[in-house]
Nanobody
Framework: VQLQASGGGLVQAGGSLRLSCAAS????????MGWYRQAPGKQRELVAD???????RYAASVKGRFTISRDSAKNTVHLQMNSLKPEDTAVYYC???????????????WGQGTLVTVSS
């Protein structure tokens, strides 16, 4: 199973970016999909996640500015980031809880990370 993230880049404060992540490989089902970020010198933190049923959860710092969505048919998850702030600068990682066969344990997979830089 591989997760391929894309969409990072450099943007001015107040701007927008859209991150995408596609899961591929031997996938039977995916439960939670999400985005995490890690800023220099800080621990990785949850940004947002979405269950297979569509329930979402957001970090308090991004609520109202970021929107997570998924296309279960395509095994993709997106993060629309609006009103970006310099403190949003980080490497963003996508994550997915994947089962590769029926009645098997789910494992957590990570994408390679995509850098988001917000200039002031």
């Amino acid at each position: 199973v591989q997760l391929q993230a894309s969409g990072g880049g450099l943007v001015q404060a107040g701007g927008s970016l859209r991150l995408s992540c596609a899961a591929s490989g031997s996938i039977f089902s995916i439960n939670d999909m999400g985005w995490y970020r890690q800023a220099p010198g800080k621990q990785r933190e949850l940004v947002a996640d979405v269950t297979s049923g569509g329930s979402t959860r957001y970090a308090a710092s991004v609520k109202g500015r970021f929107t997570i969505s998924r296309d279960s048919a395509k095994n993709t998850v997106h993060l629309q980031m609006n009103s970006l702030k310099p403190e949003d600068t980080a490497v963003y990682y996508c994550s997915a809880d994947v089962s590769v066969a029926p009645m098997t344990q789910r494992y957590n997979y990570w994408g390679q990370g995509t850098l988001v830089t917000v200039s002031s």
